[in-house]
T-cell receptor, first 115, second 112 residues
Framework: DGGITQSPKYLFRKEGQNVTLSCEQN?????MYWYRQDPGQGLRLIYY???????QKGDIAEGYSVSREKKESFPLTVTSAQKNPTAFYLC??????????????FGSGTRLTVV | AQSVTQPDIHITVSEGASLELRCNYS??????LFWYVQSPGQGLQLLLK??????LVQGIKGFEAEFKRSQSSFNLRKPSVHWSDAAEYFC??????????FGTGTKLQVIP
């Protein structure tokens, strides 16, 4: 079945460390997104990409970086510049940016904790 | 700019009772509207969407939602709630141009 795979499910980061969250999709979708979820705050957009080798900042991009070298993959790096990284991170995709009217497909998320 | 409000943070209903979760949006024209459900520790799953046509939309898991332009609302309903419906529900809006905006969610508790 087609879908989005996020790994790992749980991730622990030490202070000053960079960590990378994986997101892979086999839906043949062009557009991919990263969201951060904190209790009571809904979902906030970190980065999005509509095509390979192109990505745009969302509302809370500071302290994060992404790459889109393959259509299927959109990894998110949480850098040491992100001062409060503990959160639940969700990857999503849509057929294209213009097809967001059809809704998103989400992965099952990665919970990142600073230790 | 578009925005979406879910006024109820937490709702408790008895199993078998009816359910209505509220969603109000702010946008000048008719937006695209969505409801998603999230089980604990999981991603979001699309329940239903509206972008034109019949204002009563049927979704998966027995849910429906009604778009009311005059009230800027898109409330989610289910006639009879099952214990497995306990989850968090998110309303989302998209104008067609900018980002999709999500509400802050409503947690549903189902009691026997």
């Amino acid at each position: 079945d087609g879908g989005i795979t996020q790994s790992p499910k749980y991730l622990f980061r030490k202070e000053g460390q960079n960590v990378t969250l994986s997101c892979e999709q086999n839906l043949n979708h062009d557009a991919m997104y990263w969201y951060r979820q904190d209790p009571g705050q809904g979902l906030r957009l970190i980065y999005y990409s509509q095509i390979v080798n192109d990505f745009q900042k969302g509302d809370i991009a500071e302290g994060y970086s992404v790459s889109r070298e393959k259509k299927e993959s959109f990894p998110l790096t949480v850098t040491s510049a992100q001062k409060n990284p503990t959160a639940f991170y969700l990857c999503a995709s849509s057929i294209g940016l213009r097809d967001r009217r059809l809704g998103y497909t989400f992965g099952s998320g990665t919970r990142l904790t600073v230790v | 700019a578009q925005s979406v409000t879910q006024p109820d943070i937490h709702i408790t209903v008895s199993e078998g009772a009816s359910l209505e979760l509220r969603c109000n949006y702010s946008y000048g024209a008719t937006p695209y509207l969505f409801w998603y459900v999230q089980s604990p520790g999981q991603g979001l799953q699309l329940l239903l969407k509206y972008f034109s046509g019949d204002t009563l939309v049927q979704g998966i898991k027995g849910f429906e939602a009604e778009f009311k332009r005059s009230q800027s609302s898109f409330n989610l309903r289910k006639p009879s709630v099952h214990w497995s419906d306990a989850a968090e529900y998110f309303c989302a809006v998209w104008s067609g141009y900018q980002k999709v905006t999500f509400g802050t969610g409503t947690k549903l508790q189902v009691i026997p």
